[in-house]
């Protein structure tokens, strides 16, 4: 049963910097597979933040172009999400899962707050 975790996330002040990690357990062929971030603000459905491609192909929503990072270790099955200039529309829970989504794969997630 694959198992993805979330964890990086907390309360930091508008401006500042997080970094998520989402490690997979139990997932045979990791490297092979598209990997993506996703978010979940209060009210609102499930977004795409970031993908990356077994190449390391990445691709950003217009959102968070240029202040967030994708990126990957294959060694340690673990995707990463950089977050940099962090806004407070960016409050929400982040998720990670493959692109597109397994609906089984789905993790609790990490909660992201940014405010003053």
């Known amino acids: 049963q694959v198992q993805l975790v979330e964890s990086g996330g907390g309360f930091v002040q508008p401006g500042k910097s997080l970094r998520l990690s989402c490690a997979a357990s139990?997932?045979?062929?990791?490297?092979?597979?598209?990997m993506a971030w996703y978010r979940q603000a209060p009210g609102k459905q499930r977004e795409l933040v970031a993908t990356i491609s077994s190449d390391y192909t990445t691709v950003y929503a217009d959102s968070v172009k240029g202040r967030f990072t994708i990126s990957r270790d294959n060694t340690k099955n673990t995707v990463y999400l950089q977050m940099n200039s962090l806004k407070p529309e960016d409050t929400a829970v982040y998720y990670c899962n493959t692109k597109p989504p397994a609906n089984n794969y789905w993790g609790q997630g990490t909660q992201v707050t940014v405010a003053s």
């Open positions: 139990s997932f045979r062929a990791f490297n092979i597979w598209p």
